[in-house]
């Protein structure tokens, strides 16, 4: 994923739910995340979530968080019709280059050459070849303490376009998980911004909860790529707030 804008903002997918997925996409999302490292999406719901996403907006780019950065794992979802990747706890730059070399084709990395879906099953191969290696939106996951001393070597990696902090893992890394108004966290964050916005990478973070007050704080601080929330949490927020207000007025 490749965009001219200079900022994009999607969401999580957890429900590894189809419908739920094409619902959101229609919601002027630029991107949707399907989660495989903690929900139970698995290949073959993964791809009718792509195609659910695509069918409810043709402009909204299918992504994945990975479940980690494993190479054979990554160019199944790359070839099923991923068109961007998260990966989890990239904490050196060596983690990074192992990313960047299961996305990218010869010669910029090693990615298997294959027909799938992303390929029109073939029909579309010389087309995808063309566009892939400049297409496929590559983001690390940081979220750890020991990535804060290997920022600037992580970032050095070519083929990055974003960075995503993961605040509940990032935090409790730290000894003090959840507590996102610790100093210590704040400093943490900041310091992985500016870092990101040093090497030219999309500085990006999650907002869990469905809290626009919180997005528009973390935009105006200089986040240009931003999950909005995750469809479960979004769900269960909104319903038990009309579940109560509903029974306190019985």
Same mark, same amino acid.
């Given at each position: 994923?490749?965009?001219?804008? +200079?900022?994009?903002? &999607?969401?999580?997918i957890? *429900? ?29 719901l ?10 409810? $907006?043709? $402009? ?8 980690g950065?494993?190479?054979?794992? *990554?160019?199944? #979802?790359? +070839? ?20 960047? +070399? ?11 050459? &294959? #027909?799938?879906?992303?390929?029109? #099953? &073939? ?7 063309e566009?892939?290696?400049?297409d ?24 990055? +376009? ?5 605040? #509940? ?32 990478i ?11 007050? @919180? ?20 769900? &269960? ?5 009309g579940?109560?207000?509903?029974? @306190? $007025?019985?």
């Amino acid at each position: 994923m490749k965009s001219e804008k +200079d900022f994009l903002i &999607g969401s999580w997918i957890n *429900t590894a739910s189809p419908i739920v997925a094409e619902i959101m996409s229609n919601c002027d999302m630029d991107f949707l995340v399907v989660d495989l490292e903690h929900s139970v999406a698995d290949y073959n719901l993964s791809q009718q979530i792509f195609q659910a996403i695509k069918a409810g $907006n043709p $402009n909204c780019v299918p992504m994945v968080r990975l479940p980690g950065n494993d190479y054979s794992v *990554t160019k199944k #979802y790359l +070839d099923l019709g991923a068109m961007g990747v998260i990966a989890p706890l990239i904490c050196t730059a060596r983690q990074a280059k192992t990313l960047v +070399d299961s996305v990218k084709y010869p010669p910029l990395g090693n990615r298997g050459v &294959g #027909y799938g879906r992303s390929h029109g #099953y &073939g029909f579309d191969f010389d087309k995808y070849m063309e566009i892939a290696n400049d297409d496929t939106f590559i983001c690390v996951q940081i979220e750890h303490i020991d990535a804060l001393e290997n920022l600037d070597e992580i970032f050095s990696i070519e083929g990055i +376009d974003a960075m995503i902090i993961g605040p #509940y893992d990032l935090s409790a890394s730290m000894g003090i998980t959840a507590q996102f108004e610790s100093p210590k966290f704040i400093n943490a964050i900041e310091l992985i911004k500016e870092k990101a916005k040093e090497h030219n990478i999309l500085p990006g973070i999650h907002v869990v909860q469905p809290n626009t007050d @919180e997005a528009m704080k973390r935009i105006k601080e200089g986040y240009k790529f931003l999950a909005y929330s995750l469809d479960i949490t979004v769900l &269960g927020t909104y319903y038990r707030k009309g579940i109560k207000t509903i029974r @306190e $007025n019985i």
